[in-house]
């Protein structure tokens, strides 16, 4: 059409006449397996071992032949979409309450995510790996430490928590926490944190609360019981809890007030005098600042990890106050990382108002933010035990808005607990650090030495790729066919159904366990497999081989035995890459398979006959050259061009190459010249293919002919497309002919 000119002139316009298609495939697997690691019943890319191991965890005794089918076609090239498959048993480890199944993101999102969950925090993956994790949280907490001096006369300090304080300075805020330090000797046992203990109080024996026993460095932290003791606390006096018996050392007292203060206030000072709860005034001798000395491992400072959670910008610019967290996630035992006490991950100045903004504009509420980047924990619930910072308790709750709010602070009930050995870090009980440990992630059930998985569940998760608009896939791999043959045939059967839906892709099946590894007779195993393989459904977009491959396990120091599916895949997917798709993956040119040191089952001329016949293709090992994929047969049953796997996958190129093309006419006139546009297309296309060896001839037919009037008017367009498959050589015979002196050679080659 032309442009508008309202006046003379000239107007250069193009159109695009020369569209290509792509030759390539997508080389894409997948795999469902019951991971140790990782979402459930979530399709995740993995392009390496490392990815696998990073996303999904090691191998273990109970899954290794799924891994390494995974690891072994990743080995040839491929990228491999793995799902972790489902079971009932599967359970999320939380710090508390009863431990759910959260399958991934979406799962969360639905059904824990704004639930009245009685957990704080679970592990991300479900399952025991889970329960490595320990998760350290802090906020403001207290803002000052001030030193107090010992009474002149009369009975100990007696400070309340929440109760007011204020100083001539105009400093003012809350009782935060008050204890008592001592430095002791001549120790005799130990203390437990949280009991109660006994101290000789100038000959009265008087009951404190052990807060924190730090045995190396012969620290005790006490806290006072409410209406105080009698008598005041002096070096030389004796700790007795039990048998267990502690001498306070000389100058081995510290009186130590935690201080929040109010919104506005100045600091406070030394020299600056408060009154206990009996209106008892105390000059404070010195002040420091708590959060320098706050830890959440024993002599591991939150100072290091980040600067003082305080008040975000996003809220203060609302007249908010004391809004910031910072979240640090630990592997406790090792089991995630190998390394006990490793950080997994930091989250730094979060905020607790479910309106706050980053800088950028991102949302920083902790909740979501913890959902939206941590690989290791969901969030689950609110902290409850918080220092009320207003009057009303409910009116500085997380999970409200910033906008004029003063937000509630942590203190701990319990402190934070030295890993493995169970000591309280001295002066996190009743502070601003928590600790919350994960606990009862249930892992997949074990039978037979290999985790449980119904045919139900791994069906359920292949399910997840059966849409080809959705999931683009070249290749499924089975892993290990099953338990029994009824799993195995369930399996199998399925699998077949979604490629037969699907029509795009090839699903690699090898024989059960049992048929080969562990039978001594080649004759039986042949039988067995036969036998087996005789079970499943016949397709041509399916592949059976009848290879166990011993592999070496490094993970775990092992040499096993392992299915060769995601070998099969690989030659596929590496016959794609170095030749063409239509080219056969057997061989000694392309079907060498990769790390085997030996195979299970070997079978010999006349056995490999009888798997050929039916249906299943050999896995041969060749003395010097190597172990070979010796057959490159579909599963279908009966005699056809497409029961081979280069015919097989040379219409599943053309066809996702051309479909692709038709796709692209799709609401385009209907008529001779969108036809011709379309010829221009694939015609080229198969000329390069015939050119690359794929096709010997082929014609493309859309024309009058086929689109006729009245299919025009229905909005129909037909093209037929002919192809002549390129055959592959299955069978040489080599005649070799003696013939007599002066015998012509003409006469004889006939």
């Known amino acids: 059409m032309a442009a508008n000119q309202l006046s003379p002139g000239v107007v250069v316009q193009e159109r695009d006449l020369t569209t290509i298609t792509s030759l390539s ?72 309450g009863t431990a759910p199944l959260i399958k991934n993101l ?33 906020d403001s907490g207290a803002d000052q430490i001030a030193v107090l001096p010992a009474p002149g006369s009369g009975n100990e300090h007696e400070f309340v928590a929440d109760a007011a304080l204020s100083a001539t300075s105009g400093a003012s805020g809350k009782v935060f926490k008050y204890s008592i330090l001592l430095t002791v000797g001549s120790v005799v046992g130990s203390f437990t944190p949280g009991a109660t203990t006994t101290i000789n109080i100038g000959g009265s024996q008087e009951t404190v609360t052990v807060l924190a026993w730090d045995s190396n460095n012969k620290k005790l932290e006490i806290g006072l019981p409410g209406g105080g003791v009698t008598g005041i606390i002096a070096d030389g006096q004796t700790v007795t809890a039990g048998t267990n018996t502690a001498v306070i050392g000389t100058g081995g007292i510290e009186r130590q007030l935690y201080i929040a203060l109010n919104k506005d206030s100045v600091d406070f000072a030394a020299s600056d005098v408060v009154a206990d709860t009996n209106s008892t005034n105390v000059t404070v001798t010195s002040v420091r600042v708590e959060y320098n000395e706050r830890e959440y491992l024993p002599g591991v400072k939150w100072i290091n990890v980040a600067a003082r959670p305080g008040t975000s910008q996003s809220v203060a610019g609302q007249g908010g106050f004391r809004d910031e967290l910072h979240v640090v996630v630990v592997d406790v035992d090792g089991g995630l990382t190998g390394t006990a ?19 950028v504009g991102e949302t920083n509420y902790y909740k ?37 709010r003063q937000f509630n602070l942590l203190r701990s009930s319990a402190g934070t607990t030295d890993f493995p050995g169970g000591a309280f870090t001295i002066g996190s009980k009743n502070n601003a650090t928590f600790y919350y440990r994960i606990a009862d992630g249930v892992n997949y059930t074990v039978a037979s030495g290999e985790y449980s998985v119904s045919s139900t569940d791994v069906e359920s998760a292949y399910q997840l790729i059966a849409d080809p608009e959705s999931q683009t896939i070249d290749y499924i791999l089975t892993g290990p066919s099953g338990v029994d043959d009824g799993t195995a045939k369930a399996k199998i059967t399925a699998l077949v159904s979604i490629v037969e839906e699907r029509r795009d892709c090839l699903v690699f099946v090898s024989p059960r366990r049992a048929n080969l590894v562990g039978v001594s007779s080649s004759s039986t195993q042949t039988e067995n497999v036969e036998a087996f393989f005789k079970l499943l459904p016949s397709s041509s977009y399916c592949v059976f081989d009848a290879g166990y491959k011993y592999i070496y396990d490094k993970y775990n120091d092992l040499y096993r035995y392992i299915p060769c599916n995601g070998d099969v895949a690989g030659l596929c997917l590496q016959t794609t890459e170095t030749s063409e798709p239509w080219f056969s993956p057997a061989g000694f040119q392309r079907g060498v398979l990769r790390n085997a040191i030996k195979l299970a089952y070997t079978p010999n001329k006349t056995q490999r006959d009888t798997l050929y016949a039916n249906r299943i293709n050999p896995i041969v090992a060749f003395p010097g050259q190597g172990v070979v994929l010796y057959g490159d047969k ?50 080229p296309y ?50 070799f002919v003696a013939t007599r002196t002066g015998v012509a050679f003409s006469e004889v080659a006939q």
């Open 25 to 96: 495939t997508a080389n894409l697997g997948v795999i469902a397996a019951p991971f140790e690691l990782g979402p459930v019943e979530e399709v995740v890319t993995v392009t390496s071992e490392r990815d696998l191991v990073e996303k999904f965890g090691k191998p273990n005794d109970a899954n290794y032949e799924y891994w390494y089918t995974a690891s072994q076609f990743l080995s040839y090239g491929g990228i491999l979409k793995a799902i972790r498959v489902g079971s009932t048993a599967l359970k999320n480890g939380v710090n508390g």
């Open 106 to 138: 979406d799962g969360y999102e639905a059904s824990y995510e704004d639930s009245n969950n009685n957990w704080n925090w679970s592990a991300r993956t479900p399952g025991h790996k889970g329960n490595s994790i320990g998760i350290f949280v802090t």
């Open 341 to 359: 006490g490793a950080v997994l991950e930091r989250f730094v100045g979060m905020s607790k108002a479910s309106d706050a903004k980053t800088s």
């Open 368 to 404: 979501t933010v913890i959902k939206q980047r941590s690989e290791f924990v969901y969030w689950g619930n609110h902290e409850t035990g918080l220092f009320s910072a207003t009057g009303t308790a409910s009116d500085g709750n997380w999970g409200l808005s910033g906008a004029s």
């Open 634 to 683: 579909t599963a279908l049953s009966y005699a056809s061009a497409f029961d081979r796997i280069n015919v097989r996958r040379l219409f599943l190129t053309i066809e996702r190459v051309v479909s692709g093309a038709a796709k692209a006419q799709l609401f385009e006139q209907n008529d001779e010249s969108q036809r011709a546009l379309f010829l221009n297309i694939i015609e």
């Open 686 to 735: 198969l000329r390069d293919v015939q050119g690359r060896r794929g096709v010997t001839d082929f014609l493309v037919k859309c024309d009058g002919d086929n689109n006729p009037p009245e299919a025009i008017d229905r909005g129909e367009f037909y093209a037929e497309v002919f192809v002549k498959p390129t055959r592959t050589i299955n069978y040489i015979t080599l005649t």
